[in-house]
């Protein structure tokens, strides 16, 4: 009898199937689709309802532009004809364009300090430089809500300055991080050979050594933005009142009353100004680690 079921379980398609270590996976496909279609739907419908014609956000009126007209053509509380909107979007816009200008340069330094680094306090600086990403959010805010209000309170209080500094702070450890795993990807011989080559350590260092880290500096460039434009734990914890909102903060203040779409608008802003900043760094990811397989050379000899 068990020579019988083996046959019967060979001749099976669906165990020949299961077993076929080439079959296409169909599962994880499954998966994945499943997965994106329930992270991007709930993005589609907020986005179509900022074209709704009515002042539902719940149920879809006709297609319309009124809530993206400017002040001049529009009679409804469209986007644009809302002070406190604009002003929330341009406050998301400059924290995130603040953080990643310093926090990116500051982050590749700092990669780049650790992986050189050998000694004593070695280990220490960089469970340091990680200890921001491993800690939650709201304890981070939290504290650095109170270092503002009670320690730096005569010199510095909240407000955008507060809000962008908590999020340097939490903001960093990514640039850090993909700097440090690029820099081990390609070793120390670029450099090496650059300073055989009469190259000072400055030198090997700008003309060498950072051009190879350009793919990583525009990855952690696009997530630090794309990351700081929603955050909300940090920014809500630092803000200094009405004109230091978000807009995150913003849609979880109107939330609770009846928001008209022109807050559905302005999150299709916010959005599109992440994927905008996204594909940027994307395309010159893309550009410059295609070009360095055939540029090193070309680096050495203008040395």
Same mark, same amino acid.
């Given at each position: ?19 076929? @270590? ?11 689709w ?5 992270? %991007? +739907? @709930? ?6 309802? $900022?074209?709704?014609? =009515?002042? $539902? ?9 009124q809530?993206?007209l *400017? ?6 509380? !469209?986007l ?18 603040l ?6 340069p ?15 306090? !070695? ?5 340091s ?9 709201? #304890? ?6 109170? %270092? ?11 407000g ?11 903001? #960093?450890?990514?640039?850090?991080? #993909? ?13 090496e ?11 090997? +260092?700008?003309?060498?050594?950072? @051009?190879?880290?350009?793919p990583a ?25 009405? *004109? ?6 913003? #849609? ?6 009846? *928001? ?7 999150a299709?802003? %916010?959005?599109?100004?992440? %994927? ?7 395309? =010159?990811y893309?550009?410059?680690?295609? =070009?360095?397989? =055939? ?7 203008q040395?």
């Open positions: 009898m068990s020579a019988v079921a083996t046959r019967r379980r060979r001749r099976n398609p669906l165990t020949r199937w299961w077993k076929d @270590p080439w079959r296409k996976p169909r599962l994880l496909e499954t998966l994945t499943a997965y994106l279609i329930w992270a %991007l +739907v @709930p993005v589609i419908v907020a986005v179509l309802f $900022s074209f709704n014609n =009515g002042r $539902s956000r719940s149920a879809w009126q006709g297609f319309s532009l809530w993206w *400017p002040p001049s053509t529009s009679d409804t509380e !469209s644009w004809r809302r002070p406190d909107l604009t002003q929330a979007l341009q406050q998301s816009v400059k924290l995130a364009l953080t990643m200008v310093i926090a990116v500051l982050g590749v330094l700092f990669a780049i300090g650790i992986d050189r680094w050998r000694g004593r306090g !070695s280990g220490t600086a960089n469970f430089m990680l200890f921001s990403f491993v800690i939650p959010e709201i #304890i981070l805010g939290v504290s650095l809500y109170l %270092l503002f209000t009670n320690l730096l309170k005569a010199v510095l209080g909240l955008t300055t507060a809000q962008a500094i908590g999020l340097i702070t939490f903001q #960093i450890s990514y640039p850090v991080i #993909i700097v440090r795993a690029r820099l081990l990807s390609i070793g120390k011989e670029y450099e050979a650059a300073m055989d080559l009469g190259a000072t350590a400055t030198q090997a +260092v700008r003309r060498v050594l950072l @051009p190879l880290l350009y500096i525009f990855a952690s460039a696009a997530i630090v933005f794309a990351d700081a434009l929603d955050d909300f734990v940090t920014v809500q914890a630092l803000q200094g009142g009405a *004109p230091t909102e978000t807009f995150a903060i913003k #849609i979880y203040t109107v939330s609770r009353a009846s *928001p008209t779409p022109a807050i559905n608008a302005g299709t802003t %916010l959005l599109v100004v992440a %994927l905008v900043v996204v594909t940027l760094g994307l395309v =010159g893309r550009r410059f680690s295609r =070009g360095q397989r =055939g540029g090193d050379a070309a680096n050495f000899a040395l």
